[in-house]
């Protein structure tokens, strides 16, 4: 997973959600992925709550939004927040035993896989991606479902991107 966000390769851009994906039917894990209301409701709250404050300090602060392309927008969802939800959160973090020690233990391995960024593009917004991984994992633990923490992952990367115009 490191040399998804370490390199810039078109072919592992599409190969790592694969792999994410793969790895808990392998182990004929069931992932709690539910679409319910109450969870969708509860991602977007979640999100709105912590994202909104950084997103006006920052858009205060001389970093406006910048509008990201459809495509980089479904990426993000599809590529991106889904299928890492789905292995950090769904399988790992549920084979740990979903509990506080878990998500703890999951937002260090969830940040781990972010230091490459930091290490070959001097990217020290990387190394902050453990503090949205304790969300993530929170949302996890209280709900059992993929979906909240999927919602709030999409929703941090679109404000990170945007905010950082990285694209």
Excluded at 96 to 101: D, P, Q, S
Aim: charged fraction near 10%.
């Amino acid at each position: 997973m490191c040399a998804y966000h370490a390199f810039s390769l078109s072919l592992l851009k599409y190969l790592i959600p694969l792999y994410l994906f793969a790895v808990p039917l392998l182990f004929r894990e069931t992932i709690h992925l539910r679409f319910s209301v109450k969870d969708a409701a509860t991602g977007i709250v979640v999100s709105a709550v912590v994202l909104l404050p950084f997103w006006y300090l920052s858009s205060h602060l001389g970093r406006p939004f910048a509008s990201l392309p459809v495509n980089a927008v479904i990426f993000q969802l599809l590529g991106v927040a889904v299928p890492e939800e789905v292995y950090f959160r769904g399988f790992l973090q549920q084979r740990l035993g979903n509990t506080l020690k878990a998500v703890l233990a999951v937002s260090l391995l969830f940040s781990f896989m972010h230091l490459p960024q930091f290490i070959f593009y001097g990217d020290t917004y990387s190394l902050l991606t453990f503090f949205p991984s304790l969300v993530m994992g929170l949302l996890y633990w209280r709900t059992s479902n993929v979906l909240p923490s999927a919602i709030f992952h999409f929703c941090s990367n679109i404000v990170f991107l945007g905010v950082y115009d990285i694209l």
